[in-house]
């Protein structure tokens, strides 16, 4: 029953909305995602899985959030933790592995030794910019480092579509043709690595073609197919759902700078998607992103996601209101790990939190705000 109580006031303290003042320090959501899912060492911890999985998408994720709560304490717990039991000791010579927990004999130990592009990207992402924020030249060497090895390892040229990042580093190349994630490839991380080398903003551009191309009814799908002479084509495995996975590229799509490149046409075709989730006065948790018929109403992490594209419209003014007071009155359980941290990431934003330029630069609130 203990346990019970806490978690409903983690829950609680998690769902405030609004706008908070620049000069407010402390976030109390940070706080709460920690208390609830963050060790004592450093794991970010998926308690909803039966192994109580930890995955290197969820430690980059914890370190972003540690960022923009200006935590350089948990940061380095985070970045401890994941280079020592996913990267065998060294970010620098090792991609993290994407998922450890307990096996079927009961030990703790890594359980697929293959990389997650994108965890990869968040990780590296957050070391550039806390090095820049905190001046830790160290950090930016590690994040260049890992950026540079990501490269290595994710990137292929695809033939007819150029540079593009695969998911992971094997497992995503077959006959059929080649597997791709939208959601993996945020662009405001794209334009923070494009000031790093052009061949991130040839990815970026790549990036853009994709979602435009591959969400032909304005919605995105979890997975997509790419195949040589042929071009996008409907992922064999995972069909055209979107879902769980597709969330993501609207969360990234409403966070990109007004100035951003290609903003106004991306914001533009994902236009069906804020019209059905302001129709339906929630945002479905499936749509066939070939048909554009759409089912089911999402978790409560959908709705904190939509947040940023929401405030990108003056005409949604009511639906993100909408989704807001769903935020205030169903919060997701404090252990729920991907829920809370869609809505670390949508609450926190639309919370300013933070904003990313052009650039794709971090600005988060602390900077001009907080002292040490």
């Not at 992103?289 to 089911?296: Q, V, W």
Request: aromatic share 10%; charged share 20%.
């Amino acid at each position: 029953m203990r346990l019970l109580k806490d978690l409903g006031v983690l829950a609680l303290a998690l769902s405030v909305v609004g706008p908070v003042s620049a000069s407010e320090c402390s976030w109390p959501a940070w706080e709460g995602y920690k208390h609830a899912l963050l060790s004592q060492d450093g794991r970010v911890i998926d308690r909803s899985s039966k192994q109580h999985i930890t995955t290197s998408e969820g430690q980059g994720y914890g370190m972003f959030f540690a960022l923009l709560a200006n935590d350089r304490d948990s940061f380095a717990q985070l970045l401890s933790w994941t280079q020592n039991n996913l990267a065998e000791g060294d970010l620098s010579r090792h991609l993290p592995a994407w998922k450890w927990g307990k096996d079927e004999h009961g030990h703790w130990s890594v359980l697929d030794t293959n990389n997650a592009s994108d965890a990869d990207l968040w990780i590296a992402y957050s070391l550039l910019e806390a090095g820049r924020l905190w001046g830790r030249e160290d950090y930016v060497t590690l994040g260049r480092n890992m950026l540079w090895r990501s490269a290595a390892q994710s990137l292929r040229k695809l033939p007819g579509l150029g540079l593009m990042l695969l998911p992971g580093d094997t497992g995503f190349e077959t006959a059929e043709g080649w597997r791709l994630n939208p959601s993996y490839l945020p662009l405001p991380l794209l334009a923070r690595f494009s000031q790093e080398s052009p061949i991130w903003a040839e990815l970026a551009d790549n990036t853009r073609r994709l979602l435009l191309e591959g969400a032909p009814k304005g919605f995105a799908p979890d997975w997509l197919l790419w195949r040589e002479g042929q071009g996008w084509k409907v992922d064999a495995v995972k069909g055209s759902e979107g879902s769980y996975d597709a969330i993501r590229v609207y969360l990234w799509l409403g966070m990109l700078a007004p100035d951003a490149p290609g903003r106004t046409d991306l914001l533009k075709h994902f236009l069906p998607m804020v019209a059905a989730s302001t129709h339906d006065g929630f945002p479905p948790a499936s749509v066939d992103s070939a048909t554009g018929a759409h089912t089911g109403i999402g978790p409560v992490g959908f709705s904190a996601a939509l947040l940023p594209l929401l405030a990108s419209d003056p005409t949604t003014v009511a639906a993100l209101q909408a989704q807001r007071q769903r935020l205030h009155q169903e919060p997701p359980q404090a252990n729920a790990y991907y829920n809370q941290s869609l809505t670390m990431f949508g609450q926190g934003w639309d919370d300013h939190r933070y904003r990313f330029n052009k650039e794709g630069r971090l600005v988060p609130s602390w900077v001009d705000s907080c002292k040490e």
